[in-house]
T-cell receptor, first 112, second 113 residues
Framework: GQQVMQIPQYQHVQEGEDFTTYCNSSTTLSNIQWYKQRPGGHPVFLIQLVKSGEVKKQKRLTFQFGEAKKNSSLHITATQTTDVGTYFCAGPYSGGYQKVTFGTGTKLQVIP | NAGVTQTPKFRVLKTGQSMTLLCAQDMNHEYMYWYRQDPGMGLRLIHYSVGEGTTAKGEVPDGYNVSRLKKQNFLLGLESAAPSQTSVYFC????????????FGDGTRLSIL
């Protein structure tokens, strides 16, 4: 079945350093979503990418969708303690739009 | 402005007991989902529904049953709880397709002893 993997699984950074998480799918995705889950909280939708090679920015966050639409990345510039949490990517299940497959997640810890 | 509401928030069960988790959404969404989240495993889909009266199996459906008798409610049942079902359960909904943003509830933390 469809698999969506994320690397790294964990990342510790000093506040002010940059951070990148990578999402790789075993199948081509029609679109990809990114979510953030704060410790003890629930996943919250951040953004959706649809086009091949698409790049979107939200303040210090840059999201990119690969040319082959099988991978994506999230880059955070100059991390802050408020960026702490787990970041998930998610893509539609192969063959339809009824459900998505979530990536394994990357847990970010920011050291003040 | 409730969004997606899950009850209960915490529960401890003994092996073999049964219980029902309730998910209610007030956004008139068609699609609803139940996920479980375990450390290092991400979110795994248990069951989902694409409309009132419909249900379908997800990635890890064994040991769970669901019902969607009303559009706004999606119930997840454990008939005979097992320690392997200890997890955090999240309910989510989307307007009418999965490639739209999913709105999550706060989760139910369930421990099976």
């Amino acid at each position: 079945g469809q698999q969506v993997m994320q690397i790294p699984q964990y990342q510790h950074v000093q506040e002010g350093e940059d951070f990148t998480t990578y999402c790789n799918s075993s199948t081509t995705l029609s679109n990809i979503q990114w979510y953030k889950q704060r410790p003890g909280g629930h996943p919250v939708f951040l953004i959706q990418l649809v086009k091949s090679g698409e790049v979107k920015k939200q303040k210090r966050l840059t999201f990119q969708f690969g040319e082959a639409k099988k991978n994506s990345s999230l880059h955070i510039t100059a991390t802050q303690t408020t960026d702490v949490g787990t970041y998930f990517c998610a893509g539609p299940y192969s063959g339809g739009y009824q459900k998505v497959t979530f990536g394994t997640g990357t847990k970010l810890q920011v050291i003040p | 402005n409730a969004g997606v509401t899950q009850t209960p928030k915490f529960r401890v069960l003994k092996t073999g007991q049964s219980m029902t988790l309730l998910c209610a959404q007030d956004m008139n969404h068609e699609y609803m989902y139940w996920y479980r989240q375990d450390p290092g495993m991400g979110l795994r889909l248990i069951h989902y529904s694409v409309g009132e009266g419909t249900t379908a199996k997800g990635e890890v459906p064994d040991g769970y049953n669901v019902s969607r008798l009303k559009k706004q409610n999606f119930l997840l049942g454990l008939e005979s709880a097992a320690p392997s079902q200890t997890s955090v359960y999240f309910c989510a909904s989307t307007a009418d397709r999965a490639n739209q943003p999913q709105h999550f509830g706060d989760g139910t933390r369930l421990s099976i002893l």
